[in-house]
């Protein structure tokens, strides 16, 4: 489960090459997230087309160096590298970054293994804001379907490897947040970590727009979720008690932690016996 404390982060000023407006302009945009842990940085070709909204999200965050100098602050192996959310002030806890507003669902992709997606709150399906994970598996099984589907945004074309080295690293806990890797000999400890250096962080040492072309996606398959989300309103059919209607869908299902989708079943359960009940009556 994506929480807040999952939410969205991996994270030396650079200079931005891409203006806002040619973000939006552009069919697929290449960005390059440099990170303290390699001399390479890792490139991601974003689907502008298809998830417009969450591009043009992530975008506006690089173009005001948002993600420079955070650090990435949870990485669960065979499993995901997330980012996007916190900094380090020179002491614990580590600094949480402060969001824009959320941006809507787009679950159009679904979450295989090199591809990146938005981090977002618990049972909240429209909650995603600066947070990010890269996806070091198949997990499609779960996040496709969870939370109204996980939003995939782009595809690791370069850099990888290096996303799968942050999850091999010592994994330490500070206050709330779990699995922050940590750069330490293999003789240290997380326990060594009370008081630790930058150094001792993966950071996230710029974001940048690497290739601003019209068209940069044709030599990319990327795979389509198998849960559709009929009406376009951001929440998959299965977790939408009206997947007809795109200006309705079951709120209540955000307010319960862990309840997934039960709250959206039993809606139409109860639809559906609404719906009986009345046949009988007419007849």
């Known amino acids: ?21 040619l973000s939006y302009a552009a069919n697929a945009t290449i960005v390059e997230i440099k990170t303290s842990l390699s ?19 992530f975008l506006t965050y690089l173009n005001d160096g948002h993600y420079n100098n955070s650090v990435v602050h949870r990485a669960v192996p065979d499993f995901i590298v997330q980012a996007g959310g916190y900094s380090f002030s020179g002491e614990w806890p ?3 970054l402060v969001p824009n507003s959320s941006v809507k669902n787009e679950p159009v992709y679904s979450n295989v293994k090199g591809t990146i997606a938005m981090a977002k709150k618990g049972n909240s399906v429209h909650s995603a804001t600066n947070q990010w994970f890269f996806n070091l598996k198949d997990n499609s099984s779960n996040l496709d379907r969870q939370n109204g589907g996980f ?7 370069e850099g990888l490897d290096i996303v799968e080295r942050i ?10 947040l779990e699995g922050i ?15 630790p250096g930058l150094e001792n962080f993966v950071v996230i040492e710029y974001v940048n727009i690497f290739d601003s072309s019209p068209v ?26 009206f997947p007809s209607d795109p200006n309705k869908y079951l709120k209540e299902a955000d307010v319960a932690e862990g309840s997934g989708g039960s709250m959206t079943w039993f809606a139409l359960v109860m639809l559906a016996l609404a719906s009986t009940r009345k046949h009988l009556f007419k007849s």
């Open 151 to 157: 939003t995939v945004f782009g595809q690791v074309i």
């Open 1 to 21: 489960m994506f929480t807040q404390t999952l939410k969205k982060s991996l994270l030396l000023p650079a200079a931005l090459t891409c203006s806002l407006g």
């Open 181 to 195: 890797p940590m750069v330490i000999e293999t003789s240290q400890t997380c326990a060594d970590m009370s008081a």
């Open 216 to 241: 940069t996606d044709n030599d990319l398959v990327p795979l389509k979720s198998k849960e559709p989300d009929s009406d376009g309103d951001g929440v998959i059919d299965i977790a939408d008690a």
């Open 167 to 176: 999850a091999q690293l010592k994994l330490c806990t500070s206050g709330s």
């Open 94 to 96: 580590l600094t949480a």
């Open 39 to 57: 001399t390479e940085s890792i490139k991601v070709n974003l689907f502008d087309t298809t998830t417009p909204e969450t591009v043009n999200n």
